[in-house]
């Protein structure tokens, strides 16, 4: 998000969290594909519990590409003029793929100039509708303005697709837009289990802590703690100019949320605390992912938090 957003609300976050109310949230109930009880992979493999049969219908209620009206949140097409447009509504499964879209302002022109936010003029984001399969991607632009994204490989169901940018010129030079559209990937879907709130999560040897006690329609700052073998981590290296990026999605109807780093990058020994300034729309489970870097290498840790 740009770097004005994140200023802007830095007071609120403060006032709201100086009550103390930390959350502790218990170490349990994370799940992973290995089944240990902790989450675990990169960016762009699938997080989930053992998965369990279900039908593709039940994976959303809307169709592949069909967008509800817009509600904020990242779950519409198009807000204020904006619109993310795509002739695709499937993508394959079990390979890598490409999903093309182009972003047209209110001219009905596509936009091609962005500003740069956290060193990208895009970010986008897939996620299934069982809160699994999480990837956070810098598509490229063609100077038609049609960007493309490079996915890893999808596994069936519905997923839904987000585009986070910024116009740097026309009607909403300077304000952030997270637009989204849905796919459908076929084939035989196999849902998991939202794993429990849980207030630790484990990926590649890290252990990350999540400290806070949010609720809807305020404004509170979210704590992150990296330990490895008990002990805390200073070698964070920057990543999207911080040292840790987090991205929140809602159980149900994956509204979007992205968490604003308060802790800037200065150098390659960051941690083992950092700070985010967190939103949440509505109350509930959220899915959040956390991205960090070490030795050259992006880790993901996932784990559910309850919004009151």
């Not at 330990?227 to 290296?237: E, H, S």
């Amino acid at each position: 998000m740009i770097q004005r957003f994140r200023m802007s609300h830095r007071a609120l976050a403060a006032a709201a969290t100086t009550a103390a109310l930390t959350l502790a949230l218990a170490a349990c109930g994370s799940g992973s594909s290995s089944g240990k009880g902790h989450d675990s992979g990169m960016a762009g493999m699938d997080h989930s519990a053992m998965p369990s049969p279900s039908s593709p219908a039940g994976d959303m209620a809307s169709m592949p590409g069909m967008d509800p009206a817009s509600t904020g949140n990242g779950l519409a097409a198009a807000e204020d003029g904006y619109r993310m447009t795509s002739t695709a509504a499937t993508l394959p499964a079990g390979r890598p793929t490409e999903y093309r879209f182009t972003i047209t302002g209110p001219d009905g022109k596509p936009v091609t100039a962005f500003a740069v936010d956290q060193t990208k003029r895009m970010h986008f984001y897939a996620i299934r509708s069982d809160l699994t399969g999480f990837q956070h991607l810098h598509p490229t632009m063609a100077a038609d303005g049609t960007w493309t994204a490079p996915s890893a490989a999808l596994r069936p169901g519905t997923w839904r697709l987000y585009a986070s940018f910024t116009p740097a010129s026309g009607a909403g030079r300077g304000k952030n837009f997270v637009l989204s559209r849905t796919v459908k990937v076929p084939g035989r879907a196999m849902t998991s289990a939202l794993p429990k709130p849980a207030g630790t999560a484990t990926v590649d040897g890290y252990t990350v802590t999540v400290q806070g006690d949010p609720m809807a329609g305020m404004a509170h700052q979210l704590t992150a703690t990296v330990t490895k073998d008990g002990k805390p981590v200073t070698d964070l290296q920057p990543y999207l100019d911080t040292y840790a990026h987090l991205t929140a999605f809602h159980q149900g109807d994956l509204a979007f949320a992205h968490l604003h780093p308060e802790t800037m990058a200065d150098g390659g020994h960051g941690g083992p605390t950092l700070t985010f300034h967190a939103e949440f729309a509505r109350s509930g489970n959220w899915r959040l992912f956390l991205q960090f870097q070490t030795g050259g290498r992006l880790h993901t840790a996932s784990l559910t938090l309850h919004v009151g």
